[in-house]
């Protein structure tokens, strides 16, 4: 579950301003403000899963190879899906048509579908189905290359889609941000992918039927019914709504059966099928690299791509699964290997001639900054654009020219492309301590969380989380410095909770740092105080209690009141 409640948007990793582009602008919104959240709204508790916990368990085994099986987790009572041929021969026919204008393209595509056939991941449809069938529309798509995308939402109008009629499952994956803070401890770290995740699961006999799909006998001709060929899917396919509850839950089953710390890292390191390992010494590392080969190889998986900052890590992996790369991406942020730094990418600073509500949204959702490392460079742009929603502008009419002379003023402030910091943030390991410093304006509150660790007479800090919200219009009137200083110290405590608990190991010392005397007064109090006061000093004081959390007072030059 994620911290901002509800299912997390997994997505995160892959938006980027071209898919932000084409997105109605409620789902941008969506995306952003979810991203935002992370870390300092309230967890509402877990969804009830247990129908999907149930069928997979009773369903999960291994066949004679080592491959686990599976089945779909399907609705109850179950929804059978329609049999779709006619809708899937018509979109075959619109998939060729748009591949046939390459022959290059076309040959590609063709190839990776025999590539599947010849793998056991697809099998030719039997004659005399037994069940129920159903089938899956395809398209291509093209980034640097071509592939084959497989659509489970697709319908024939008035009847249920294969994805409606089955249960996308609980979210088993670790929190996105906990693996960053993760990744930023360890000395030395490795990073590592398994190869086509979703095809190495397999699925039982009886649920082939309805992951049926049409391609051609020969490519070089266009569909007709003498020309069409029938497969069916003998692995789990990527596209289905369960299928990354399928995997998840299958590597869960797997690493649970090891019981040693390896496989407990690798649980808690593993984000859908990108890897990462951590360790003081390349020794140490290299030990981890390979028993997560091992571990993998025996549910049929296939570890590789690895790459590490350590040298004498990368030499022990056998050539052909390293990944010849000095920069990577890990988990959508940019790896700087040789320097070992995080960078982060800003949008491009060219102004638009005539800038919009929406591409001022597409600009802000694009920055991806999931720990909050940016928060003061971002947090005008935020302000700026919740002017724009109160000024009610529509989505694509040009901005006036004084919103567009700071939009631009703006945007020349961020020609820096690239910004690094250095991956590692923990070089003392004596009594570590996290701190929080809370703090709130007249239209914004925000935290930022530093890891501070002690050695001998030297001492280390660096800042690891930040999040920035703005005042709400709704109801902000109400909401005075004080009380604004008391929900700063509100999310400073959900933040040093999540952190502490996302960091994964023993901390010292967790401290919180307000400048406000009323609001610290308030916490500090037994009195009773108006209802919008005590629900927020309710909850503070429970993580106070449970995370044995030291509130601290900060004077600043200005003493808030």
Known sequence: MSPYGGRPSHSMIAIGKSNIDQMPPSNIIEEFWNLEGIGITEDPGADDDQIAVKQLESSIAQDNEGRYMVSWIWREPKITPPSNYRMVYSRLCSTYSSLA??????????????????????????????????????????????????????????????????????????????????????????????????????????????????????????????????????????????????LAGVIRHHLEKYGTTTATELASSLYVDNLHLGASSPEELIRKCNQAKMIFSEAKMNLREFTSNSQETISAIPVEDRLDKSEVKVLGMQWDIRSDELGFQWPSSQVNPNPTRRTVLSTLAGIYDPLGLLCPAVLPAKLFFQQLWDDKHDWDTP?????????????????????????????????????????????????????RGELNS???????????????????????????????????????????????????????????????????????????????????????RKYALRLQRHLMELINY
């Open 399 to 451: 901005l006036a020219l004084e919103e567009q002379s700071f939009w631009e003023s703006f945007l020349q402030g961020w020609q820096v492309q690239e910004i690094c910091l250095p991956r590692k943030v923990l070089h003392s390991h004596d009594n570590i301590q996290i701190h929080a410093f809370v703090d709130a304006s007249t239209s914004t509150y925000a935290v930022a969380i530093f890891l």
């Open 101 to 246: 204008r390459s022959k290059d393209l076309l040959d590609k595509y063709h190839q990776i579908i025999i590539d599947y056939l010849q793998r056991g991941i697809i099998e030719p449809a039997r004659k005399n189905p037994v069940g129920h069938e159903h089938y899956l529309a395809h398209h291509a798509v093209i980034t640097h290359k071509v592939r084959p995308v497989f659509d489970a939402s697709a319908h024939p109008r008035g009847q249920p889609s294969l994805n409606e009629c089955l249960l996308r499952g609980p979210v088993l994956l670790p929190e996105l941000v906990g693996l960053l803070l993760r990744f930023r401890l360890p000395k030395f770290v490795a990073i590592a992918d398994l190869e086509a995740a979703f095809l190495m699961v397999g699925l039982h006999e009886e649920d082939r039927e309805v992951a049926k799909f049409l391609w051609l006998k020969d490519p070089g001709k266009p569909p007709s019914n003498d020309n069409i060929q029938v497969y069916r899917f003998a692995r789990v396919a990527f596209g289905v709504i369960c299928s990354p509850y399928l």
């Open 458 to 544: 030297s001492a280390s800090s660096n800042l690891i989380f930040a999040k920035t919200r703005l005042k709400p219009k709704k109801g902000g009137k109400t909401l005075t410095i004080p009380r604004m200083e008391l929900i700063a110290i509100l999310i400073g405590v959900r933040a040093l909770a999540y952190v502490n608990k996302e960091l994964g190991k023993p901390i010292d010392q967790v401290h919180l740092w307000s400048d406000s005397q009323i609001a610290l007064s308030w916490v500090k109090s037994q009195q009773n105080q108006p209802t919008f006061v005590q629900r927020r000093l309710n909850e503070i004081r429970k993580l106070i």
